[in-house]
T-cell receptor, first 115, second 106 residues
Framework: KAGVTQTPRYLIKTRGQQVTLSCSPI?????VSWYQQTPGQGLQFLFE???????NKGNFPGRFSGRQFSNSRSEMNVSTLELGDSALYLC??????????????FGSGTRLTVV | KNEVEQSPQNLTAQEGEFITINCSYS?????LHWLQQHPGGGIVSLFM???GKKKHGRLIATINIQEKHSSLHITASHPRDSAVYIC????????FGAGTRLTVKP
């Protein structure tokens, strides 16, 4: 079956612009979570959606937002881009929300460069 | 202070050696993941543990809930095992260790 699909794979944006990244989970998976990875901070949790509702949010400013659609696809948006937003953005899907017995499948990520 | 600590930060081994990577966390968790990340960024979830031990091929993961500690073992290491290994603890959200960069030389 198809894996987790993230689009686009690479993106270059200018400071001050906004960007929208997309994540299509594995068919049947209803939970999508987003992560930011930078060389300095490593992997950090952004937010998690389940059944179109945000369940958890990490410690990121309000410029970072997301949503989930009825087909479980999710988007994340970053407004007023800063140079420090340059990172690999990963999403992962699972059958259910953060629960001990559900495994996660990660997408290949979107590499965002802000210039 | 990071709530999830991993050691060692870097590890170089010869092919065939037994590898151990350690992960400790500060408070109670619901589960712990071991992830593998190859150059290029793709992440694979290796194990998710809430207790005991799991084995998949040459990989073994253990967790001790009382000691708040987990280990990832690789038996008979191979150059294709070279990657960054990351532990991730499930609190209300997922918190990550800094990763262990493993290089296995032929």
């Amino acid at each position: 079956k198809a894996g987790v699909t993230q689009t686009p794979r690479y993106l270059i944006k200018t400071r001050g612009q906004q960007v929208t990244l997309s994540c299509s989970p594995i068919s049947g998976h209803r939970s999508v979570s987003w992560y930011q990875q930078t060389p300095g901070q490593g992997l950090q949790f952004l937010f998690e959606y389940f059944s179109e509702t945000q369940r958890n949010k990490g410690n990121f400013p309000g410029r970072f937002s997301g949503r989930q659609f009825s087909n479980s696809r999710s988007e994340m948006n970053v407004s007023t881009l800063e140079l420090g937003d340059s990172a690999l953005y990963l999403c992962a899907s699972s059958i259910g929300p953060t629960y001990p017995n559900y495994g996660y499948t990660f997408g290949s990520g979107t590499r965002l460069t802000v210039v | 202070k990071n709530e999830v600590e991993q050691s060692p930060q870097n590890l170089t081994a010869q092919e065939g050696e037994f590898i151990t990577i350690n992960c400790s966390y500060s408070v109670g968790i619901s589960a712990l993941h071991w992830l593998q990340q190859h150059p290029g960024g793709g992440i694979v979830s290796l194990f998710m543990l809430s207790s005991g031990k799991k084995k998949h091929g040459r990989l073994i993961a253990t967790i001790n809930i009382q000691e708040k500690h987990s280990s990832l073992h690789i038996t008979a290491s191979h150059p294709r095992d070279s990657a960054v290994y990351i532990c991730a603890a499930m609190f209300n959200d997922m918190r990550f260790g800094a990763g262990t960069r493993l290089t296995v030389k032929p």
